[in-house]
């Protein structure tokens, strides 16, 4: 049955693809974004392969902004049945240059410490995957009260269940995305509104790119670390999501599937290292 589906942060790699495979199950998607052009051009996409998207330019710190879009999707492709938190992500201010303390780092100021780490930059990671989460679903799952089949998915990380070194900030906004996913399933479970998370593990997007690869298109000496503890051996592909996309936005299939973290990492999460 075909739905309304709001995606934020639609314009990256993972939920572009989540937009595409939706739109192909015959949903109408609603594309929020920052960059405008990014998820205009995909809705266009979307539009000459047959499907229904509309962009919008959204920003998921901004409550007002949030629902005078959402009185536009309303507009436009109905109310929302499914919610996709997809807007996230980490900042170079607060990605250290060493992944362990080192005698000397309290006082150094060549390099990016624990010491001396930005303060706003953390504040914004947290808020860009907790408050980015928060927001979007308050305006959005209104829409959702006694309605049968609604959901709300929102996107952890692999290192929620294991903080990776250098991106402290990524690591605890994230852990935090689980669990307000879990406070929300609790919530909204007498509504009927089910709320789950997929829990990504290595896929090279934009944000990424640079850390895991060199200009010259070599694995950095990251990349070769992250693939030796991924029992498969190699980054993921962004269509490996889409079967735990369908399946737990799926109100029959899911229908007694509600506070679940699902990782899709390779195994990287459960290899000890030995």
Not at 118 to 144: H, I, K, R
């Amino acid at each position: 049955m075909s739905k309304t589906i709001v995606i934020t942060g639609a314009g990256g790699v993972l939920c572009s693809g989540f937009a595409r495979s939706l739109a192909a199950k015959g949903h109408k998607i609603a594309l929020l974004d920052l960059n405008e052009e990014a998820v205009t051009a995909l809705a266009k996409e979307i539009e000459e392969a047959g499907g229904t998207a509309k962009a919008y330019k959204a920003n998921v710190l901004e409550r007002g902004t949030l629902e005078a879009v959402h009185k536009k999707v309303q507009k436009d492709l109905g109310k929302c049945g499914i919610l996709i938190n997809g807007a996230g992500g980490n900042s170079p201010k607060c990605t250290l240059t060493n992944e362990f303390f080192t005698p000397g780092d309290e006082t150094a100021d060549d390099i990016k410490s624990f010491f001396n780490m930005d303060a706003e930059g953390f504040d914004f990671v947290l808020d860009l995957n907790l408050m980015g989460t928060l927001l979007p679903t308050q305006v959005f799952a209104a829409d959702m009260i006694g309605r049968e089949g609604c959901s709300i998915l929102n996107i952890s990380s692999m290192n929620a269940f294991r903080p990776l070194t250098k991106i402290p900030a990524y690591s605890a906004a994230k852990s935090a995305v689980s669990n307000f996913t879990q406070w929300l399933a609790v919530h909204f479970a007498p509504a009927g509104i089910r709320v789950n998370a997929l829990a990504p593990g290595f896929f090279v997007t934009g944000q990424n790119e640079a850390l895991l690869f060199n200009p010259d298109g070599t694995k950095t000496p990251r990349t070769e670390k992250i693939l030796a503890a991924t029992p498969m051996g190699r980054f993921g592909k962004p269509e490996e999501l889409e079967g735990a996309l369908h399946f737990l936005t799926d109100s029959q299939k899911a229908s007694f599937i509600t506070g679940v973290v699902l990782p899709i990492d390779g195994g990287f999460s459960a290899y000890s290292g030995v």
